[in-house]
Structure formats: structure tokens, C-alpha cells
């Protein structure tokens, strides 16, 4: 059915994963000024794996990579590291910074809806979930909207055929499960998926003359509706270190006495 | 006189605040009246899963009928039986048919969307495994509503508490959606009774949705141990261990010393020292035991994401620095090789 692979990857620009969120005074949120800022890690996978699939030139050719960020003007530097790791164009949806999280997976997916009507994509790579909200739905509720097949939490993607026909090794409870669909597909990366590369300094400067185009959530048709509204975000209990013991009879002792043996 | 005039003002302050009580407490009223709850159940081979376990649990707290759903090859007689019996679900709602059989979301959220809407139902609960994980959102958005995910505790009916950023932050969230749907986190909701109750079984309504993805093969680690997210006593290993020889040789018998599940840190699941489904961490499970025992892990704020709602937190670990330490309550510094044997030894001689 398809001539080519048309992917799009939604990109988020997230704190980075190797530092401790402070929360803020007001406790309605995490500090994110002046805070390092880098990809989701998961969408790393993600665009790694469409760069692959057009380096593997398997049974069908990927015709384009469209990278798709949206967020606050910073969310430009997310995408040019998409397009340095190979993506050919991205689109930078507009959406004012603020402290609640941003879009809610729901506005995301709606979004990604009408930018795949829009864009004629026929496969979707999306991260399994970003590490901030680490929610994990916008993949599956795309591919509800879209009435596309989906797959969650790949570790091995492959085109089978021609014709569109993918089979995906996913992770499940307890180990993994392979299943076949055909495109259009929606598919979620985990970790175990690929090793990303790190972009070249000449891709890096290439990537400065790939097109980024600024969009609205109103081009696509879609208002920043929030249906969950946040209450307080807290500190979590904090342990206390027990301290600790010399030997073996003391690692013992110590735990009859906490009950756990 | 004087007193008679402030009197009726009182009331009449009164008589104006009266009528929004009264609407209020008609509201909430209302509310508990008409809250019904779906919890959908996880099953495979005609057996209830562990994550079945945390919905019903959940939806038991949010007080209101709880209604269970099954569906699968024959599930009416095997695990729609087996939900039936869950202390406080009043109605089994089955759905028998081989399609379901593999849980695949494209013809299971709409089978759920077709039952939820038949049921009227205000909320949706799911444990936050694999099987809820990509079905639930799938239904939330053929529902437009908002999913709030993995949570770990019920403040009422529409207010809901879960971990952000690897758990380093809890957030309490409210939810304005006219149907709530929620996936829950197993170690936070494990009270529910699998005895005493005896809800009867009907039949749900099925759409025929056709399946657009084919199951080809699943390959599941068999194991004789307990099952790691459920399990009361988790012993885990990290980068420290060098060789899956070597994690093997150290893991196994102390796990099976105190009868634990074997865990492991993501170095030592990438290392390739054990199977990916025993990572443990934000992006790998969530565990909270009686005992964590971690061995030769470092303690990254990914790995601590997922085990530290544990009762007592035991480290080993060589580095006397490691972060692991400032989170467990006893903590052991010395060569695992030399130690664990040593500690399994002791325990299975005691």
C-alpha cells in the first residue's frame, strides 16, 4: 500500500534525566528555571530508530522525518538535535512555558492527529513516556484517535514487506511478546529498542540549514483544554539512612530487628 | 425587640446560606449515589494477574459499586468465577470470545468502550502493568477524557495522588472529566480480599471491533519464584556483580536463601547479567517489599524511582559513598563476592 515511510516523531524537551527536581515554594510545581534541560530520552530512541529504518533500507524507503516539538521557544534547540541525528525537517508548536506541565497527553495526541492527517504520515514513533509526567499515554491515545494499530514499549522493529506489514517485539509483564500489523501504525520505544548516537559536530551544523517551521496549536484545530487540574506537588517522604553495620551477623541482627527476616 | 430583630436577621443571613449547603450536600449526595465503578481485570489462560489484584483494591476505596470486567476465550467459568469472588464486587461483567484472549487494544478499548457506556460507569480502574498501561489510554482518548496514571493513593472521588519525575516529586491532582480513568500502581493498592464475596456474572455487550494487530509469540522468563512486583522480599543486583555468571552464582542463592524475587539495576539488565523484565526502576517496575536487599547497585535516582516504598531497604555495596546508603536502613560496606554468600550461608542455616 504505501510508496514509502512517511514518520513522524514527537519530540519533548524534559529536565534532564541526571538531575533531582526541586520542587517549588508555592509547592505548585518543579523549579525548571535555569535547570538543564535536554531530550526525553525515550524520544532519543525514537528518533533513532526512523533514522535507522531509512539506514537499513529495508523493504520500504523512508521518504521524510518530520520531528515535532512543542513548547516554549526552547523547544527549537529539542528539535535541532532531532534533525542533527538525522530528521529532515521539524515543526516547533508554540505553547507559552508554564509551570504545570505543559500540554496535557490528550491536547498532544489531538495535535499529532492533525498533523498526521496533515503531513500524510503513516508511521508514528513516539517515546513509551516522558520522564517528567511520566505518564505514558499520548502513543496509545493517538493511536485510538487515529483507529491505527499500536504498539507499546518496542524493542525491535521490523518491516516485513512491501506492503506495509511491521512486526514489532515488545516488552510485556514477565518478558516480551511480538506482534504483526500493518501500517499506518503507531509505535512506543523502550529503552532496550537501540543505543542512540550522539550527533556529529558537521550533522550539528548541517542541521542549523534543515527547515523548522513554527506552528500554533490553532493550525492544527486544537485548544489547550486542561482537564486535570494540579493541587499540589509535594516532596516525597524522605528515609532516613539507617547507618550501617560491620559485618554479615550485623547485617543480620540489624534486619530481625526491623522484622524483615 | 432588639433581641427579636437579630434573631431574624441571623436567620435571614442564615436562610441565604442555606440553600447552597443544601445544593451542596444534595451534590454530594448525588455524587456517591451515582459513582460506579468498572475495575478491568487482567487475565490470561483463564487466570486472574497480579495487576487485576491493585484495580479491585483501588476501586473498592473509592467506595460506590465496583463492577469487574473480563473478557477472553471461556473466561466465564475460570477467572470471571475468580473475580466473582473478590470480597465487595457486586457484578462480573464477561465477555467471552478468543478475540480478547491476548488483551490486544485495538478490539479490547472499544469492547470496553461499548461496556463502559452500556454501564454508565464514572470510573475506569486498571493496574498500571503492561496490559493497562497500553489499553487505558487507548479507551480514555475513544472516551475524550484525560487518563490520570499510575496512581498511588485516592484523596476522593475525583482527587488523585501519583509520582512525577521518577517519584522524586508526588503530585495530587483533580480531575474534571465526567468519567475518570485511572491505572493504579500495584504496590500501593494490594488490600483486596480474593475470598467471601459472590458476585454474580453477566454477559457483556461485545462490538466485534476487528483486530488490527496478530499476536505472533510472547517469550515469558518462566520462573518457580515469586513474581517481583508482589513479591514481600526482593533481593536485586547491579553493575557490582561484573558477568551474568557471576549473577547467577551470587543472586540465586540468596534469593533462594530467603525465598525472594530476583531484581536488577539497568546496568545490569543492558550489562546483559539478567532478563529485562526484572529491571527495577522508573522505566522498569515498581516494587515496594517488606525487604529490598540490593547488591552491587550504586542507587541512581532512576533505580531508587522504583523501590523506595520498601519496608526496610539492606545494601551491599563496596563503595562507602554509593547513594544507596542514604536510603537504606541498614547498609553493609564490602566485596559482594566475599559477603553475599557469607549472608545467604547465615541465613539459610538459621
Known sequence: MASG???LVPVKRVIDYAIKPRINKAQTGV???GVKHSLNPFDELSVEEAVRLRERKGPLKVDNILALSAGGPKCADTLRTAMAMGADRAFHIDVPDSNDGGLEPLTVA??????VEKENINLVLLGKQAIDGDQGQTGQMLAGLLGWPQATQASKVDVKDDQGTVEITHEVDGGVETLKAKLPLVITTDLRLNEPRYASLPNIMKAKKKPLEKKTLADFGVEDKKRLKTLKVTEPPTRQGGGKVEDVDGLIGKLKELGAL | MVFAARTSVLRAARAQFTPTRAAFAFNQSALARLLSTLAVLEQRDGKLQGSSVSAIAAALKLGGPVTAFVAG??????SAAEAAKYKGVEKVVAVESEAYEKGLPENYAPLLVENIKKGEYTHIIAGHGAFGK?????VAALLDVQQVSDITAIESEDTFV?????GNAILTVQSTDPIKVITVRGTAFQDAEPTGGSASVTDGADPNAPAQTEWVSEELSKSERPDLATASRVVSGGRGLKSKEEFDRIMVPLADSLGAAIGASRAAVDSGFADNSLQVGQTGKNVAPQLYLSVGISG???HLAGMKDSKVIAAINKDADAPIFQVADVGLVGDLFEK???LAEKVKSA
Open chain 2, 73 to 78: 476465550a471461556g473466561v466465564k467459568a475460570t
Open chain 2, 162 to 166: 501519583r509520582p512525577i519525575y521518577a
Open chain 1, 31 to 33: 523549579e525548571t528555571a
Open chain 2, 134 to 138: 497500553s489499553l487505558l489510554p487507548r
Open chain 2, 300 to 302: 541512581a535516582i532512576q
Open chain 1, 5 to 7: 515511510l512517511r514518520i
Open chain 1, 110 to 115: 489531538k495535535t499529532l492527529r492533525a498533523v
Open chain 2, 340 to 342: 553475599v554468600p557469607e
